[in-house]
């Protein structure tokens, strides 16, 4: 079979390389660490391939920072959630059943929580929550991935914990070699396993509503039924085989695949979305608007709700409600709302004002244009945290913005006004 053409969609200006192949209902396969290119090159993997096209209209990407696409700095789970919208625009398709394996099951899931309303079905292959080593251990693995990348008997090492098969085939070895190789350099390698190691999704797990199967193999049984017990209504099923890799002989996961993107079955309506909220408000506003008067004060904030709606517009957050000097705003990705936060309180800073800020994320029931739910109150009750000139976050932003370069400080647990549990904070480092 010749390598199908590869065509480029635009996620807010960077280039990501997907093909489209097949007649059927539509499916986006969001492969783990390849080249798209290659993938067609040998039995391996062509074999699952044309399975799938025989069945469906498949269309496969390299997310950012991979093989084809653009390998721009800063890669989040939110950009590459980002990257499946934009395939889907450029493919001209509105809803599609998403497959992803490891890291890009967890993009794919997050994609799922957030756009239910373009997801027609979650298929997640080998997902996981949170990498569960120590801080060394991880340090330690990107390290060896940065220094080692790329070299022949290392990468041998390599995959043959990914799949025995690699063992047994020399020309199969020496093509998954040089495909990791093009798939990406030594830094970018780490890079990858550092966000993968940084990113918990426990939290957006409850939020999924799109009919869901989590596929695993033996070696993984007891993380897929983890997070298979975490989202409502999903099915287990378990893949024969050895290793992680999703290509194996006879081909049982494309069988699933077909399968379950040719059911029949009514649209979703979503009834509630993950976002990310953000609330802000004006410390000693009071005090300020005393000293200046009502004129002066009146025109200050008017300038201030202006930089607000300005910055909004720049990192695609919706205003929800104002009142007085604070803004409620929702976000679809944690990553722009923590950029917004900041941005808004420099330039209330360069006003001579001081701005706060709470941001969570979490599940909001959709009650006419206000999000409303749990998520709501825990973020308001976040901002009440917070101290002047402080973007205060939730554990669930933290561990949802891993590759993102922002850093926290651990500001303690704390008890949240008419909220259960005890909940973690952490402050947005500022770079002084």
């Excluded at 993009?107 to 298929?123: G, M, V, W």
């Excluded at 199967?213 to 999903?234: F, K, S, T, Y």
């Excluded at 006419?368 to 976050?393: D, F, M, S, T, Y």
């Amino acid at each position: 079979m010749d390598i199908p053409d590869v065509r480029y969609a635009r996620s807010g200006g960077v280039a990501i390389a997907y093909q489209c192949v097949g007649d059927g209902p539509p499916v986006v396969y969001a492969p783990h660490l390849c080249t798209i290119d290659r993938l067609w090159q040998i039995p391996h993997t062509l074999e699952f391939l044309e399975r799938l096209t025989h069945d469906v209209r498949l269309i496969v990407f390299n997310p950012r920072g991979t093989g084809l696409s653009d390998r721009p700095r800063g890669i989040t789970l939110e950009s590459r959630m980002d990257d499946i919208n934009a395939v889907l625009d450029a493919s001209r398709t509105d809803r599609a059943t998403l497959f992803g394996v490891s890291e890009s099951a967890n993009s794919c899931a997050l994609f799922a929580s957030t756009f239910p309303e373009r997801c027609e079905r979650l298929i997640l292959f080998m997902p996981y929550t949170t990498v569960g080593a120590d801080e060394e251990e991880k340090t330690a693995w990107i390290r060896e991935m940065r220094q080692h990348w790329g070299e022949r008997e290392w990468m041998e090492e390599f995959a043959v914990k990914i799949s025995p098969l690699y063992r047994q085939d020399p020309e199969l070895m020496d093509w998954f070699v040089w495909m990791q190789r093009a798939a990406a350099s030594p830094g970018g390698a780490a890079e990858f396993a550092r966000m993968q190691m940084e990113t918990d999704i426990t939290d957006l797990l409850p939020t999924i509503r799109v009919p869901t199967v989590i596929a695993h193999r033996a070696i993984d049984r007891q993380m897929a039924h983890g997070i298979a017990e975490r989202i409502p209504d999903a099915s287990l099923v378990e893949i024969p085989g050895e290793g992680y890799d999703p290509y194996q002989r006879g081909n049982p996961l494309a069988d699933l695949i077909v399968q379950v993107a040719r059911k029949d079955s009514e649209p979703v309506v979503p009834d509630s979305v993950l976002a990310t909220l953000m609330f802000t408000d004006l410390t000693d506003s009071t005090v300020m608007a005393a000293s200046l008067g009502d004129h002066a004060w009146r025109d200050l904030l008017a300038q201030h709700h202006a930089d607000v709606r300005r910055e909004l517009a720049r990192f695609r957050g919706i205003e929800v409600d104002s009142a007085g000097d604070g803004f409620f705003c929702r976000f679809d990705g944690p990553a722009r709302a923590i950029e917004c936060a900041i941005a808004i309180v420099d330039a209330a800073g360069a006003r001579g004002l001081e701005v706060r800020a709470g941001l969570h994320t979490g599940e909001c029931e959709l009650m006419g244009p206000k999000p409303a739910g749990i998520a709501v109150h825990i973020g308001a009750r976040v901002l009440g945290k917070a101290k002047p000139g402080e973007v205060l976050v939730s554990r669930t932003v933290k561990d949802l913005v891993a590759g993102s370069g922002n850093a926290f400080d651990d500001r303690g647990e704390h008890t949240l006004k008419g909220v259960p549990d005890r909940w973690t904070l952490y402050a947005v480092q500022r770079v002084s």
